[in-house]
Nanobody, 124 residues
């Protein structure tokens, strides 16, 4: 059983930056792909970014490309999401997720395990 714990959310102003972290346990971290998803009030959960186990492949939603950066530290069992130039429309609960097999193109990217989420609020 994999456990994922997110942290780093908060209230910021438009244009500010935040870094989210997610610590994973219960699996050899370097063998699993990680992802970030978000769900805004009244909307469906959407893909934000994903990274392969080795960290050599990264994927981004068009809405965050150039502003967000995903990275991982396999020695710390941690994946990060650096979010710059935040916009009010980035306001959402951000979820960390993982999978043994990354399925690029599927809405869920094949994620099997999910964290409980961390709230990011961006004020205008």
């Amino acid at each position: 059983q994999v456990q994922l714990v997110e942290s780093g959310g908060g209230l910021v102003q438009a244009g500010d930056s935040l870094r989210l972290s997610c610590v994973a346990s219960g699996r050899t971290f370097s063998t699993i792909s990680m992802g970030w998803f978000r769900q805004a009030p009244g909307k469906e959960r959407e893909f934000v970014s994903a990274i392969s186990g080795s960290g050599t492949m990264t994927f981004y939603a068009d809405s965050v490309k150039g502003r967000f950066t995903i990275s991982r530290d396999n020695a710390k069992n941690t994946v990060y999401l650096q979010m710059n130039s935040l916009k009010p429309e980035d306001t959402a609960v951000y979820y960390c997720a993982c999978t043994d097999v990354l399925r690029v193109g599927l809405p869920s990217y094949g994620m099997d395990y999910w964290g409980k989420g961390t709230l990011v609020t961006v004020s205008s």
